[in-house]
C-alpha cells in the first residue's frame, strides 16, 4: 500500500491551505485514515483520524479550525487547514490502517509527507 501526500507549501498566518492523500497498492480495505504531524525535534502527533464510516477525531490544537474528510471510492483523505498559525508548522504524514489480500490482516501505512510552513 502506497500513500502520497500533496498540498503542503508555505503560506501566511491566518491562511488555508487543503492536503491530499491518496492510497493506491494491493487494497483489501481501508480502516482509519487520518493526518499527523512532526515538527523538527518534536513528536509526531496525531492531527485528525476518520474512519471508513466517516467518524472523525482531531487534536485539541486544531478543532474548529481543521476539517478532515474523506473519498472512500478514490481511497483518499483531505486536511482543509483554515486560521494557520506558525505552530501549525510541520511535516504533515498520512497514515492508513488497511488490509491487503496477501495478508488478510489490518497493518498501518505510512506517507512520507508534505512540508507545511505558516510564516508569521
Known amino acids: 500500500v502506497q500513500l502520497v501526500e500533496s498540498g503542503g507549501g508555505l503560506v501566511q498566518a491566518g491562511g488555508s491551505l487543503r492536503l491530499s492523500c491518496a492510497a493506491s497498492g494491493s487494497i483489501f480495505s481501508i480502516n482509519t485514515m487520518g493526518w499527523y504531524r512532526q515538527a523538527p525535534g518534536k513528536q509526531r502527533d496525531m492531527v485528525a483520524t476518520?474512519?471508513?464510516?466517516?467518524?472523525?477525531n482531531y487534536a485539541d490544537s486544531v478543532e474548529r479550525r481543521f476539517t478532515i474528510s474523506r473519498d472512500n471510492a478514490k481511497n483518499t483523505i483531505y486536511l482543509q487547514m483554515n486560521s494557520l498559525k506558525p505552530e501549525d508548522t510541520a511535516v504533515y504524514l498520512c497514515?492508513?490502517?488497511?488490509?491487503?489480500?496477501?495478508?488478510?490482516?489490518?497493518?498501518?501505512?505510512w506517507g512520507k509527507g508534505t512540508l507545511v510552513t505558516v510564516s508569521s
Open positions: 476518520i474512519t471508513s464510516g466517516g467518524t472523525t
Open positions: 497514515n492508513a490502517e488497511a488490509v491487503t489480500p496477501m495478508t488478510m490482516s489490518t497493518m498501518d501505512y
